[in-house]
């Protein structure tokens, strides 16, 4: 399986970044038609929550789903149940993280986020949601969790789907 480097992240990044607002319209509707599921999920997992945390989830979840089809083009449509146990899993990690003492939260994330299958991805993620948003503000931490958590999960639903895909295709040529 291909890990996903910083330059996968780079160069999906300065790909984007070059997009007009057209092309980033078609992009956004081959995003829903490819992954319908996950973008459901993080609809579904955002809407109760403002406006800018919706678009910013969904934008990143965008940006993770580029990465991993530039590492991995072959990637599926994600099921319903590959999300719901990447779900769990996220929600798993994060009880784990709440129930690391607070003095050592830093080593246990740093550690948690190298045991991870993705973690340039979880970088990339954690980078971004510190950054401003367009008009200047910064998000709550509350609100820096919400975002991670979903594209945790989107993180862990596109790798294990990929891994999925593999072990299937090896099954079938064998």
């Given at each position: 399986?291909?890990?996903?480097?910083?330059?996968?992240?780079?160069?999906?990044?300065?790909?984007?970044?070059?997009?007009?607002?057209?092309?980033?319209?078609?992009?956004?509707?081959?995003?829903?038609?490819?992954?319908?599921?996950?973008?459901?999920?993080?609809?579904?997992?955002?809407?109760?929550?403002?406006?800018?945390?919706?678009?910013?989830?969904?934008?990143?979840?965008?940006?993770?789903?580029?990465?991993?089809?530039?590492?991995?083009?072959?990637?599926?449509?994600?099921?319903?149940?590959?999300?719901?146990?990447?779900?769990?899993?996220?929600?798993?990690?994060?009880?784990?993280?709440?129930?690391?003492?607070?003095?050592?939260?830093?080593?246990?994330?740093?550690?948690?986020?190298?045991?991870?299958?993705?973690?340039?991805?979880?970088q990339y993620v954690i980078s971004e949601i510190n950054e401003p948003l367009e008009n200047g503000t910064q998000l709550t931490d509350e609100e820096k969790g919400e975002v991670f958590f979903v594209l945790k999960t989107v993180i862990s639903s596109l790798s294990e789907n990929s891994r999925e895909e593999r072990k299937i295709i090896i099954?079938?040529?064998?």
């Amino acid at each position: 399986m291909v890990m996903i480097t910083n330059q996968y992240v780079d160069q999906a990044c300065a790909e984007v970044s070059l997009y007009s607002e057209e092309v980033m319209a078609s992009e956004f509707e081959r995003f829903f038609k490819t992954q319908p599921g996950l973008c459901d999920f993080v609809t579904e997992l955002t809407t109760e929550s403002d406006q800018r945390i919706q678009e910013l989830a969904l934008f990143l979840s965008y940006m993770v789903y580029k990465v991993v089809e530039a590492a991995r083009p072959e990637i599926a449509a994600v099921s319903p149940e590959s999300i719901e146990a990447a779900f769990h899993r996220s929600e798993a990690w994060i009880e784990k993280m709440n129930e690391a003492q607070s003095e050592d939260l830093s080593s246990s994330i740093l550690s948690g986020l190298e045991k991870d299958t993705e973690p340039n991805l979880l970088q990339y993620v954690i980078s971004e949601i510190n950054e401003p948003l367009e008009n200047g503000t910064q998000l709550t931490d509350e609100e820096k969790g919400e975002v991670f958590f979903v594209l945790k999960t989107v993180i862990s639903s596109l790798s294990e789907n990929s891994r999925e895909e593999r072990k299937i295709i090896i099954t079938d040529n064998e």
